[in-house]
């Protein structure tokens, strides 16, 4: 059984910065891509970032240049780095491995202005 969990997340000022971890109880990051999601309140699902098993990344439009996700294969560990967080940064963020229907419970993002 797959388990990931989340963590990492918190209440921080705008400008402030997290970082996310995401921790999975299989050897799953070794050959698949992964990604960071976010659910703001009353809003869907999105992406923010992605990386490949072959290490590319890319990042939604609104994350760019301020978030950062990288993998520790060794760890089995997904991070992603959060800087110059604002309001609407707020969201509980989920990481997935890409193609799969497996998910953790999140971690809620706060950011006050």
């Known amino acids: 059984q797959v388990q990931l969990e989340e963590s990492g997340g918190g209440l921080v000022q705008a400008g402030g910065s997290l970082r996310l971890t995401c921790a999975a109880s299989?050897?799953?990051?070794?050959?698949?891509?992964m990604g960071w999601y976010r659910q703001p309140p009353g809003k869907q699902r999105e992406l923010v970032a992605h990386i490949s098993a072959g290490g590319s990344t890319n990042y939604a439009n609104s994350v760019s240049g301020r978030f950062t996700i990288s993998r520790d294969k060794a760890k089995k560990t997904v991070y992603l780095h959060m800087n110059s967080l604002k309001p609407e940064d707020t969201a509980v963020y989920y990481c997935n491995p890409t193609g799969t229907v497996y998910w953790g419970q999140g971690t809620q993002v706060t950011v006050s202005s």
């Open positions: 299989v050897r799953i990051f070794s050959s698949s891509a």
